[in-house]
């Protein structure tokens, strides 16, 4: 008797998983497309800054650390790649803030730095 319940509900299961898969993915469900790639993440001694497509002269990345909010590094990108080095930075989680010409908050994310 058993037997026979879980055959049911693992048939049942699989039947609903099979379904699940079927469904269409609309753009309301896929994630948003980020502008700014943070690598490695967790960090030891540097991350690697690398945004996308959507470069624009005058962009800048600020650096809080989440715990106290204080910003702790602010530079304005001349490229597409920068190099942070996070040597002296306590180990702890931190967060990002890349800004357009003009100072308004284009994407912000985390990561962090272990040691």
């Not at 993440?41 to 945004?51: K, R, S």
């Not at 930075?89 to 908050?105: H, T």
Request: proline content about 5%; aromatic content about 14%.
């Amino acid at each position: 008797m058993l037997k026979w319940i879980f055959s049911i509900l693992f048939f049942s299961l699989t039947s609903w998983a099979v379904q699940a898969q079927k469904q269409p993915v609309t753009a309301a469900q896929e994630p948003a497309k980020r502008l700014v790639s943070l690598y490695p993440n967790p960090a030891t001694t540097y991350i690697n800054i690398d945004l996308r497509e959507n470069f624009k002269p005058g962009m800048s990345i600020q650096v809080h650390y989440a715990i106290m909010g204080k910003m702790i590094f602010s530079t304005t990108l001349s490229q597409q790649r920068y190099v942070l080095n996070v040597n002296d930075y306590p180990r702890g989680a931190y967060v990002y803030y890349l800004l357009d010409a003009s100072g308004k908050i284009v994407e912000a994310g985390k990561f962090l730095i272990t040691k």
